[in-house]
């Protein structure tokens, strides 16, 4: 319970203060004595879409698919260990440029913003 309030929905903003998503869950591993630990934050429409279920958790997951290239989604895994702080966000000592990009961002950055006139001139 204290864990959902803590990481749960809040905004991950890299080590230079950009938007890189919210937490929509968590993944757990279990380490060689048995403890449960926090492995990864995920993030995206999949993630979201599998923590809601029922038909509102699978339409989101199947509109993420629609936006895909290659027509199957995972949430973006951010490993734990590059968390710097939680605070009213999860603040990650990586920058955003160093995460791998989500798969639905790919698809709207190569098929929609790239076709914008000065999309490339654009601050990131």
Do not use: N
Not at 34 to 42: D, I, N
Not at 61 to 76: G, I, N, Q, S, Y
């Amino acid at each position: 319970m204290q864990l959902g309030r803590r990481l749960l929905d809040r905004q991950i903003v890299d080590r230079d203060g950009r938007l890189v998503g919210k937490v929509d869950d968590v993944e757990f591993a279990v380490d060689a004595d048995g403890v449960p630990y926090v492995a990864a934050l995920l993030t995206g429409q999949a993630a979201l879409g599998q923590r809601i279920g029922g038909r509102i958790g699978r339409l989101l997951v199947a509109v993420a698919v629609r936006f895909t290239e290659d027509r199957t989604v995972t949430p973006l895994r951010i490993p734990y260990r590059l968390v710097g702080r939680v605070d009213s966000a999860v603040r990650l000592r990586a920058c955003l440029d160093d995460l791998p990009s989500a798969p639905v961002e790919r698809w709207l950055r190569r098929h929609l913003i790239d076709r914008i006139p000065g999309a490339d001139r654009a601050s990131g």
